[in-house]
């Protein structure tokens, strides 16, 4: 069934047929007894999903990544798709608008997204309201990054902004250092200055009477040396954990017409072109750690082997984004049940 409308759906512009779906969603979750059909026929619960992981307890390892519910408006009726937890942003202080469109490409052919969004976003406060009214109490992740016109020197002061803001109304932290899409962001992933920064927001942290579990995401297109550097940052700063990975600038996975792929422009691509180096750098953290740093894998998850893949790698819970949307609304489910099933 999904085949069908996915073909519908890709004749449009991706960002159009975002908002169009999920606005088909909202339609279906308010209507009457349309909660319970989502829940019936795409969520799948058994205790043996069941996962703790930095303090928190997930119905089940399969989350819902950061970009696709920005804004946190579509909360109450995501968390009927089956996800253990979902995870919004990036968020910035104040609201932008990203960069120019078009700035998200379909690659059918490679199952892969190029997208250039540039944490557009409606800021953080416009988020913290409406998560103050959902009615799921699914787990929530905070992904934080820092507006565009923010130089990377007064960079901390965006993040701890948006921390303070989201504590009381997420369940975790990411700090996005990692996207290609914000000029000079990635600097941020430097030693000095990402140690710095990570610092501040877990001194921030620390200050209240029940802190909160702080993971930073970090980049694919990271070196041996560089990961050796956030293995140390992480374990020096004691941060709860890593999601590995963000989007690639790397485009040689892709096999679609080069012409093609050029005309796109910049923009970090996902999907299945990113799955192999985003296990690599799972399984180099989790040796080189000792197994001591929990990991959110992210990057090529369409199914439950490629879901197991990532778990046998070291990572304690994984997310979905592109594989969902090649894949359709039962991808949560049908991966729980393959995880099950092993």
């Not at 893949?309 to 039962?330: M, N, R």
Request: charged share 25%; aromatic share 8%; proline share 5%.
């Amino acid at each position: 069934m999904y085949n069908l409308v996915k073909k519908i759906l890709f004749r449009y512009d991706p960002e159009q047929a975002h908002y169009k779906v999920m606005r088909w969603l909202a339609k279906t979750y308010n209507v009457g007894i349309g909660k319970k059909y989502l829940e019936s026929n795409y969520s799948f619960h058994h205790p043996s999903l069941e996962r703790t992981v930095f303090g928190l307890k997930f119905k089940n390892p399969v989350g819902l990544a950061a970009g696709f519910d920005k804004d946190a408006m579509f909360i109450d009726e995501l968390s009927c798709l089956g996800f253990g937890f979902i995870e919004i942003g990036t968020l910035t202080p104040k609201p932008q608008d990203g960069n120019e469109k078009p700035r998200l490409f379909r690659f059918p052919e490679d199952a892969a997204i190029i997208n250039r969004m540039g944490f557009n976003n409606q800021g953080v406060d416009a988020a913290v309201e409406r998560l103050k009214k959902r009615k799921t109490n699914i787990i929530i992740g905070g992904n934080i990054g820092k507006n565009k016109q923010t130089p990377n020197e007064n960079a901390i002061d965006d993040y701890a902004y948006c921390f303070k803001k989201l504590f009381d109304v997420v369940d975790y932290f990411v700090v996005n250092v990692s996207s290609p899409n914000t000029p000079n962001l990635r600097a941020l992933q430097e030693k000095e200055p990402l140690q710095a920064l990570l610092m501040h927001l877990q001194n921030l942290n620390l200050s209240y009477p029940k802190p909160k579990p702080i993971l930073l995401k970090i980049a694919p297109d990271l070196n041996e040396s560089q990961l050796d550097d956030v293995i140390d940052i992480v374990q020096t700063v004691r941060l709860s954990g890593i999601v590995a990975t963000n989007t690639t600038i790397d485009r040689e996975g892709l096999t679609a017409d080069k012409k093609m792929i050029a005309d796109t422009g910049a923009g970090g691509v996902s999907g299945k072109p990113l799955k192999q180096r985003s296990t690599e750098i799972i399984k180099y953290i989790h040796q080189k750690s000792e197994g001591k740093i929990p990991m959110i894998a992210v990057g090529g998850i369409f199914n439950g082997d490629d879901a197991r893949e990532k778990l046998e790698a070291g990572a304690s819970l994984v997310q979905v984004y592109t594989g969902f949307i090649y894949q359709g609304p039962a991808i949560a489910k049908n991966i729980c049940k393959a995880i099950l099933n092993t």
